[in-house]
């Protein structure tokens, strides 16, 4: 009972803390937020996961994510709650097959700690409070190694066969980013699976059809209906789901060549980019180096403690690392079919194979993206303390345990010093605590020292503030704190990386004019006012009141250049608005010639200028030629800040 009365505390407060105030961030990522409100009025847009319910061009993922909140604002209307909810039952969900998935091996306390860890990791308040594709990936990702364990206990293919489509669908939910727990997965079968090896290798080609058939019969769908009567595939440059999945969303994450990125590549122009009459400034450098590219930081096997990712998912990143090396030892003699041994073979691949990409990718990379790692670490640190109290009469085990303290003590420490001015306090709170936790379990080597009960309790108390005091708080304050914009991170603003989830001041200076040129209220802050940095505009009553004029007449009330600009008037105005260019502005759709056919079928009433693009697509291409013509053939008025181009009324 007491187990049953601790889990629902843990899952209960885990849904209070995820639903609290969600209403406040408003239509959080207004990109997919765009998506949401197309796919609810149309069926279509919904199965391509469309930026607008015409169907002009599709997000630049696959839509499964979409779905889930698609079949809630269907019922419940398109409104904040609608979507984040769902979002936030997402993380819930996490966290209670994490504590099943760990309970499984290693006993309750280690699976209710697990899903606390998980719970209070501050990326995951972030973006289980968010409508990115992260959360139902976390799910899908948690959801496989759940079913790989399971068929490690008992051999059966079924559960190969759940594995296999769980990672397809989350390959429908954000691509080849489920893929990096499958190495793990892999090597955990081979190595501990029952049956003989031939039967072994059979049961996992089966899993890599299942993970076919998962994602399969989407992109297939997708790449055999005419593209005459679909939507343009966001994010590629050809019009293919297979071009978008190898190039933007694959190889280009890892090497950087991203053509149709918010920056150019590395080794691109970056001056083609720029809206027009910008410059680059002289000698100006992307961080990371190089005339273009490098934007999104430098590449390194440290990056998981450089400061934009340190807050986000560094607090046990040591003890997660000890932890494996600790079962691995303690598990080395045992039997090959081993159930410890294999839960960390898991666990550790998937920390392992997906923090070593995400730090050494040198394309686009969001501190955001390490939601990924937080249920490996959380799962790998709750089962080192299991198996360490387990073996706590071996000494070295002990001195392993009073290691972990001190490297969670001194990360949190680091950590926590990059905001030095957010309650400073705290890191005096953990390293007090870590060094009480550390020097108790050395002392128990002493053979004077016969430790009392009391002062076990101690040391776990002790051992348990240190690890995750700073994440609770950084967690409290993500959940306390609105987050809004394409590029969000969890805490405190520590002065380094940009974007409206932490503050505009954290923009390079350089960004933060190029923003102030992309429209107006381009500054970075996360008020809903105006355009910002990578965050739809809001448009004002007379300019929504403007779009709606005889709106049924027309496929698109509006058209503009990048889908965060289109975002707002859509949400707005609940009518489509054509994303020129989709996310960034540089898909080369619709062409010129496309464009002024729909302008001469009657199809677009009203071109949005001023509001044109975010990231350095914003005139570029394709719709710097729109734009161009646009401004060339029609008069321009000017509604609350914004230049309109009315296209039914050409100049004279």
Not at 138 to 163: F, K, N, Q, S, Y
């Amino acid at each position: 009972m007491s187990e049953r009365c601790a889990l629902a505390v843990l899952l209960v407060g885990t849904a209070v803390a995820y639903v609290w105030g969600l209403g406040a961030a408003g239509w959080a990522n207004s990109f997919y937020s765009a998506a949401v409100q197309a796919g609810t009025e149309s069926w279509k847009a919904m199965f391509f996961g469309s930026s607008d319910a015409a169907n002009s061009i599709t997000v630049d993922k696959p839509p499964a994510s979409l779905w889930v909140m698609e079949v809630s604002t269907r019922i419940f209307g398109v409104n904040s709650w609608a979507m984040l909810v769902p979002q936030a039952l997402l993380g819930v969900a996490s966290v209670a097959l994490l504590y099943a998935t760990v309970r499984r091996g290693f006993g309750p306390g280690a699976g209710l700690l697990a899903g606390l860890l998980l719970a209070v990791t501050p990326v995951a308040a972030l973006m289980f409070r968010f409508n990115n594709p992260d959360a139902l990936l976390v799910l899908l990702m948690i959801a496989a190694t759940w079913a790989m364990l399971r068929a490690v206990e008992d051999g059966r293919w079924r559960w190969l066969i759940a594995c296999g489509v769980f990672v397809g669908f989350g390959f429908l939910t954000k691509q080849l980013a489920v893929m990096l727990i499958v190495p793990g997965l892999a090597l955990t079968y081979l190595v501990a699976g029952p049956p003989r090896i031939g039967k072994r290798i059979a049961q996992l080609c089966a899993a890599g059809i299942a993970l076919v058939a998962g994602a399969g019969w989407w992109l297939l769908t997708v790449e055999l209906w005419p593209a005459s009567s679909r939507p343009w595939i966001g994010g590629s440059q050809n019009n293919s789901i297979l071009e978008l999945t190898l190039g933007y969303n694959g190889l280009g994450r890892l090497n950087g060549n991203e053509k149709g990125s918010v920056v150019p590549g590395r080794g691109e122009d970056a001056s083609s980019y720029l809206p027009g009459g910008m410059e680059l400034p002289s000698g100006f450098e992307f961080p990371g180096g190089g005339k273009g590219g490098g934007m999104w930081g430098d590449p390194s096997i440290l990056r998981m403690f450089q400061p934009e990712q340190a807050g986000q998912i560094a607090w046990l990143i040591p003890a997660a690392l000890l932890a494996l090396v600790l079962v691995l030892v303690l598990r080395g003699r045992a039997p090959r079919i081993d159930g410890d041994r294999a839960a960390v073979i898991a666990w550790g691949g998937w920390l392992l194979v997906t923090g070593i990409t995400f730090s050494l990718m040198a394309g686009i990379f969001h501190a955001y993206y390490t939601v990924a790692l937080a249920p490996a670490i959380a799962a790998l640190v709750a089962i080192g303390v299991a198996v360490g109290w387990r073996e706590r009469a071996r000494p070295w085990v002990r001195v392993v345990g009073a290691l972990a303290v001190a490297a969670t003590g001194t990360t949190g420490w680091y950590v926590l010093v990059q905001t030095p001015s957010w309650n400073p306090w705290l890191r005096w709170v953990i390293a007090a605590a870590a060094a009480i936790g550390t020097v108790s379990l050395l002392a128990t080597l002493l053979p004077a020292v016969r430790p009392a009960r009391g002062l076990v309790g101690v040391i776990a108390l002790a051992a348990l503030v240190t690890g995750i005091a700073g994440q609770v708080a950084f967690a409290a304050e993500t959940i306390a704190t609105p987050r809004q914009g394409a590029i969000v991170s969890a805490g405190p603003s520590s002065g380094h990386g940009f974007g409206p989830g932490r503050g505009g001041n954290d923009m390079p200076e350089f960004l933060k004019r190029f923003a102030e040129r992309s429209g107006p209220g381009g500054d970075g802050e996360r008020g809903r006012g105006g355009p910002s940095f990578l965050m739809g505009s809001e448009p004002s009553a007379a300019l929504k009141a403007l779009l709606l004029q005889d709106a049924d007449r027309y496929t698109w009330i509006a058209a503009t250049v990048g889908a965060n600009s289109a975002a707002g008037p859509q949400l707005a105005t609940g009518r489509p608005v054509m994303p020129i260019g989709g996310f960034n502005g540089t898909d080369p759709s619709p062409t010129l010639a496309q464009f002024q056919k729909y302008v001469a079928d009657g199809r677009i009433h009203y071109f949005l200028a001023e509001s044109g693009g975010f990231g350095f697509g914003g005139g570029s291409g394709t719709a710097a030629e729109i734009r161009a013509w646009v401004e060339k053939t029609f008069t321009a008025r000017t509604v609350d800040g914004t230049t309109v181009y009315d296209l039914t009324a050409p100049k004279d």
